[in-house]
């Protein structure tokens, strides 16, 4: 961390990259650390890149650069384990590369690295950087607000595991500066009506079978409710924890094939995904189905499995 410092010091010009898709902890992070760098260091010119989110534009607005930008500039890279997914690949292009991220790690890149997987978001360890170094550096209201709403996100609302007493201490720090906890937790909860209405789908039309629970998206609901694939993915959570129920899944149909988000709270089904041309994690895993007409094979092995878990209990 001191050697972030140091060379967060030692250059005028210093840009500031996120991941592809950003999402609140990676706005989070980037906005928090701008702020910082910014605050104390007026005469710097710090600049945010890469992909915009809808969802977490209140925090800040991307900065448009041009290439010499990154002439003698520094670069830093956070809350992305994954070269390929670093958002604006321009990030290279600065003479030194500096990456802080909480993932394991995947691709070793920069030149200097603070990768720490006991966080359990990006912006906690911004925040942190902060709090080590408070008798040189400046955090404003904006910048606390960037790193409590990247705290949030990826903890699920503290939810997590990875939060902890420090998580909370960072957290209340923020609120120390000004942080309006009701007018964040607003901003994160607003939802268009298109998936509110979808959201009433989804529980209208869920299939329970013994032990397992889904919920098919076809083309025509999609259409129906306007919706991105993305949007409908992530109703996954809707039919989770439900008792006599450890495992859930929710299918799309795409045109030549179903893929399948799995989960569980129950018994691991990353093998089973495996047997459908999938894996990921013990408890959450992705699949695919060549059609609908594989579906009552699939639900026959995901009922295997819930029994052979229940046998065992
Ligand atoms: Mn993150």
């Known amino acids: 961390m001191q050697r972030i410092l140091n060379k967060i010091k030692e250059y005028d010009c210093i840009i500031i990259h996120g991941h592809k898709r950003p999402d609140g902890d990676c706005y989070g992070a980037q906005f928090g650390l701008k702020n910082i760098i910014e605050s104390s260091f007026p005469e710097k010119n710090v600049y945010v890149v890469g992909e915009k989110s809808d969802f977490v534009d209140f925090i800040g607005k991307m900065n448009n650069i041009t290439d010499d930008a990154y002439e003698n500039a520094l670069s830093i890279v956070v809350d992305t384990a994954v070269q390929d997914r670093i958002s604006d690949p321009r990030y290279i292009k600065g003479k030194e590369v500096v990456k802080i991220d909480h993932h394991i790690p995947v691709d070793d890149y920069g030149d200097l690295r603070w990768v720490d997987t006991s966080f359990p978001s990006c912006a906690q360890m911004i925040a942190y950087f902060y709090y080590k170094f408070k008798n040189e550096l400046k955090l404003t209201l904006d910048g606390a607000i960037a790193l409590y709403t990247g705290i949030v996100t990826d903890t699920g609302r503290f939810r997590f595991r990875g939060v902890s007493k420090l998580t909370h201490q960072l957290a209340g720090m923020l609120i120390e500066k000004g942080v309006d906890v009701e007018y964040i937790d607003n901003k994160l909860s607003q939802e268009s009506l298109d998936m509110i209405a979808l959201k009433g789908y989804v529980y209208s039309n869920f299939v329970t079978t013994d032990g397992f629970i889904y919920i098919k998206m076809t083309r025509d609901v999609i259409e129906k409710y306007s919706v991105t694939d993305e949007q409908a993915a992530s109703m996954v959570g809707l039919i989770g924890g439900i008792q006599g129920y450890p495992v859930w899944a929710l299918m799309i149909e795409y045109p030549n094939e179903i893929r399948i988000r799995l989960r ?48 065992e209990l």
């Open 264 to 311: 569980s709270n129950g018994p691991t089904i990353d093998k089973l995904a495996n047997l459908y041309g999938g894996g990921g994690h013990a408890k959450a895993s992705g699949a695919k189905l060549e059609g609908w007409e594989q579906l009552p094979a699939f639900i026959k092995d995901v009922e295997d499995v819930v029994r052979k878990y229940k046998e």
